[in-house]
């Protein structure tokens, strides 16, 4: 048996080489170990060793793919907690039921692997512990699972028949500062690497390379081990290592990510170098690039694949940036560890600013009142020096790597302090980064995560919460502030972007934030299609949390981040239709609107009829410049009509085609839809039916049954929704979620009571009282029908009674069509969803879909999919159109039912009936962040209090397709 105290031992590892710079391309020889290895799952750490020894027949071993996680190839299972170790909290002690997978890979060297030199095995990440072995030897272990380790290997390589052995614990010391809200995946899921390093090769470098933005030169100094030269053509730059050039030179920002190929030449190596100058600073309570004031308009990133789950390849990081940068993304925090390198290298090539966060988080210690917290525990001290210096190290020459972070939710303590002035001995050109401690004593910025709307405005204005030591306040006043996070994108969502950016873009020292996060980690699963926390039958986890990104698992980009795009395009273009004139605002940090191109249509009742080229001047950023419109069409009083103004990019660009659309706007013009008189009708009782015109009724209850000969079924007062994510969050104001309050309040189950079913000669009026059970709220509802033998037209009145302080999740009314209505045009906003607070991505305009188009695939099925402001809707069987007109109303079409997708866990659940439910809202509950943030805004809050509510529809129905 082995000894297994180094599982325990607080300290980083033993045997590994010291941290040192990402090499982006070098000239000297490597060798890839991905691929198939050999590999057994054990139960608990106490295994021999003897799979390790020189010889060792592996071959009734399974195999397994690195990089990758066990867990996801059949071989245990993962499990999702967001703060809560899934371990007894007893640091530094893990439980003997510690999952324990050896790895072995057979290699030869290839033919022509250099003679001499040394030689370096790299691991760029292991999750949570690694031991390893070559040829029967042990060359040390190491923690710290999103970092980079190497061993010096030369005197034990062979030609032929090499043997890799690598043990792997899913739980050791190091699985302390790793609780980040995430899969817990053990594996080797990063890649492994044999590098030659010939005599004379860089052992380390440091490119220095800043910016002085008023004279517009660069300085570069690159360090290295050993000296050699820096060569930089397109500069004219041919110096000795260590000696500072001042050139002329385009800056590098994300906007305009300007970089400078160059190699650094040793006597054994050539290093490709892709040098970025800038220069970032916190200066005037601002932080600052190339001189200029920074607005983060970003994401929170985990790596996550579906199927693969941390271990990524270049074209899924690649995908990633280019989603960013084509959803107007500028920055991304890198929670909450340092990314796959290659991530960074496309940072640098596209343009995004990057906050690298250390891999360190012990949230998980909150559970014990911080108890033992390893960051106040001198004893860990190494531990977090150790991971602090690989992050630097190995991303220190990154030009989009702009502010480092120190980890996130560890609460407070000196290891932090530890840290940070380690860092900024090493690097003093990048600020630093924390969230977790208000003092603000070891950074450069106020960072909060979650405060709402009202709280970032009054840290707008200098009016936050004084703290109580007065050295503390100062210096937390003096400095800008971020949103680490903000908008948790759980499901449907998040609610409040608009409102958020407009504080954003309001006072300087708000200089943005990190929307959490980028992507759902749903992940692939045969029956559930997508899995999250407890569908692994975890005994501890927490559920779907782990499914809060702007982007669905297969990456398709959700609701959400279409809103967060149009929320925040850097082109803001606004003005008074009617008068022709147009204000262009440049909101970019340095480019000017030269990239793009500038286009505008006249639209009528939602279609275009004229188009153009708007001339708009290469407005500065940060200014602003007045266009004028053409000379509208004639006007015509009975149409709506609207400008519709779109800013693309005038040429291709590496991350988007020509025709990308950058930024849009819409201005109204003249006036709205009319609806036609539709009363004369006078109603006819036959037997149990009394007809209307088009409309046909259950005589004894007045429910409508018919329209134009179509069936319907269900029709009533429509209050209830299945709950969204958000829906479901707990509010801090009253300890329970507004979900939670609707169902105690009964709105899930709603009854209806008829009082009256009366015929006049001009209309039939049914008036009922909806009502949930064991409480004494109702809602009074009068429906009015007329009709002129070809529309059918209903006005509801709703009248509360009783103390009404819960919002409705909707008012509006429900009614079930046959299935075959599959198809739906409508005049209104789209083509995605929109709610009160949501929808910045929807325009006015005829759009169409198929009801399959319609529903919005969150992971855990909730409310969804409505179309917002319709003027009309049109759904038809393909030989009949059935038609509702109103003045701004909200629609869902679904083929299950609100109780149905109330119920549905997953996206299979959710099974088609024969009946399209069809709902049609006049308000509608916002949708807010409050699954991890604030509620829904007062404005945008479904209030029923004691004010009568009233609404209006007409229905028609025709032959033929829509």
């Known amino acids: 048996m082995t000894d297994l105290a180094y599982l325990v031992d607080v300290s980083p590892g033993t045997g590994t080489l010291p941290p040192r710079a990402w090499p982006p391309g070098s000239d000297t020889a490597r060798l890839s170990l991905n691929g198939s290895w050999r590999f057994r799952l054990t139960p608990h750490a106490g295994a021999d060793t003897d799979f390790a020894a020189d010889g060792y027949d592996a071959s009734a071993w399974g195999e397994l793919r690195v990089p990758g996680h066990w867990v996801l190839q059949g071989h245990g299972a993962p499990a999702y907690t967001n703060v809560l170790y899934p371990f007894p909290v007893d640091p530094p002690f893990v439980p003997t039921e510690n999952p324990t997978g050896d ?34 030897t042990e060359l040390g272990e190491f923690k710290g699972s999103r970092l980079p380790h ?18 792997v614990h899913q739980w050791s010391s190091g699985s302390y500062l790793e609780d980040q809200d995430q899969w817990w995946l053990p594996g080797i899921f990063r890649d492994v690497t044999l590098l030659h390093r010939p005599e004379g090769a860089v052992r380390d470098h440091f490119v220095h390379a800043s910016y002085d933005h008023e004279s517009g030169e660069g300085t570069l100094r690159v360090d290295c081990e050993p000296a050699g030269r820096v060569l930089v053509p397109e500069l004219g ?39 970025g100058f800038r220069t970032v600073r916190v200066e005037d309570g601002l932080i600052k690039a190339n001189g200029r004031a920074l607005l983060f308009r970003g994401v929170n990133r985990h790596e996550f694949h579906p199927e693969t789950g941390r271990a990524l390849d270049p074209e899924t990081m690649r995908e990633d940036v280019l989603l960013m940068k084509r959803h107007n993304i500028n920055a991304v925090r890198t929670s909450h560890y340092p990314p796959h390198p290659v991530f960074l290298d496309l940072c640098d090539e596209l343009g995004l600013w990057v906050i690298d966060e250390c891999d360190l988080e012990t949230h998980g210690f909150h559970a014990v009142d911080w108890r033992g917290n390893p960051v106040a525990d001198p004893r860990w001290t190494p531990a977090l020096l150790d991971r602090a210096a690989r992050m630097v190290e190995r991303d220190k020459n990154h030009p989009s790597v702009v502010i480092w972070s ?21 690097d003093p050109s990048r600020p630093i980064h924390y969230e977790g401690d208000l003092s603000c004593k070891d950074t450069d910025f106020y960072s909060r995560m979650y405060a709402d709307h009202a709280e970032v405005a009054a840290i707008g204005r200098g009016e936050e919460q004084p703290l109580p030591d007065a050295e503390s306040d100062a210096r937390r006043r003096a400095m800008p502030f971020l949103q680490c996070e903000y908008a948790h994108a759980m499901g449907n969502g998040p609610g409040g972007l608009a409102e ?15 929307v959490w996060e980028w992507i759902d980690h749903g992940l692939a699963h045969p029956e559930y299609g997508y899995a999250y926390g407890g569908d692994f039958g975890e005994e501890l986890h927490d559920g779907n949390f782990v499914c809060d990104g702007l982007l669905f698992p297969d990456r398709t980009p959700s609701p959400g981040l279409l809103d967060f795009k149009s929320v925040i395009q850097p082109v803001r273009m606004d003005g008074d239709g009617r008068d022709g004139v147009v204000r262009v605002r440049n909101l970019y940090d340095f480019a000017d609107l030269s990239h793009l191109e500038f286009t505008w249509s006249y639209e009528k009742d939602g279609v275009t009829v004229r188009e153009g080229v708007l001339d708009v001047p290469a407005v500065p950023a940060g200014e602003s410049a007045e266009v004028r419109l053409p000379a509208p069409p004639r006007r015509d009083p009975d149409a709506e009509t609207q400008w519709t103004l779109r800013a693309r990019l005038a040429k291709e660009t590496a991350w988007a085609e020509r025709g990308h ?36 009724f259950d005589a004894r209850t007045g429910t409508l049954l018919a329209v134009g000969g179509v069936p319907v079924n269900g029709f009533g007062l429509d209050v209830w929704r299945a709950p969204t994510d958000n829906d479901n969050g707990m509010s801090w104001a009253t300890g329970s979620s507004v979900a939670a309050r609707w169902r105690a309040l009964g709105l899930d189950r709603m009854q209806h009571r008829v009082d009256a079913v009366e015929s006049a000669p001009d209309a039939l009026t049914v008036r009922t009282r909806v009502a949930p059970a064991a409480s004494d709220l109702a809602l009074r509802t009068t429906y009015r029908w007329i009709s002129n033998g070809i529309r059918l037209a209903l006005d ?33 906003a789209g083509p995605g969803e929109a709610y009160p607070d949501t929808g910045a991505a929807a325009m006015l305009g005829v759009w169409s879909a198929d009801v399959a188009g319609l529903q919005t695939p969150y992971v855990r099925p909730q409310e969804n999919g409505a179309r917002a402001d319709a003027r009309w809707l049109e759904l038809t069987d393909g030989q009949r159109c059935f038609k509702v007109a109103g003045a701004g109303f909200s629609f869902t079409a679904r083929p299950w039912s609100t109780a149905d997708l109330d119920a549905a866990q997953h996206r299979p659940d959710l099974v ?51």
């Open 661 to 696: 659309v950058v930024a849009w706007a819409q201005l109204p013009v003249e006036g709205g839809m009319q609806l036609p008189d539709p009363g004369g009708a006078a109603p006819v009782r036959e037997g149990g039916l009394i007809t209307l015109g088009a409309g046909t």
């Open 150 to 167: 190497e061993f010096a290997v030369a005197p034990l390589l062979r030609e032929r028949g090499n043997v890799l052995a690598v043990r």
């Open 500 to 514: 958020y950016q407009e504080l954003f873009e309001t006072y300087p020292r708000l200089q943005g934030g990190f």
């Open 796 to 828: 509801v009145l709703v009248e509360p009674e009783g103390d009404w302080t819960v919002p409705l999740p909707r008012l509006g009314v429900r009614l079930g069509l046959p299935v075959a209505y599959d198809r739906v045009s409508w005049f209104g």
């Open 912 to 962: 088609a009936g024969d009946t399209l439910w069809l709902h049609l809202d006049a308000r509608r509950q916002g949708i807010g962040s409050e699954s991890c943030g604030p509620g829904v805004l007062p404005e945008h809050q479904l209030k029923v209090g004691d004010q009568r509510h009233g609404f209006s529809f007409q229905f028609t129905v025709r032959e033929g397709d829509a």
């Open 406 to 426: 120190l980890g996130n939710e560890c609460g407070t303590g000196e290891g932090l302090t530890a840290m940070a002035a380690w860092i900024r001995e090493r």
């Open 103 to 136: 790895h072995l890979r057979v290699f030869d060297l290839p033919p022509d692997w250099p003679a001499g030199g040394e030689a370096v095995l790299r691991f760029d990440g292991v999750e949570s512990c690694a031991r390893v072995w070559l040829n029967g």
């Open 237 to 275: 730059i041919d110096t000795a290592t260590g000696e500072g050039v001042t050139v002329p030179v385009e800056p590098w920002s994300a906007e305009q990510p300007r970089l400078y190929e160059g190699e650094l030449v040793t006597a054994g190596e050539r290093v490709r170098l892709r040098v």
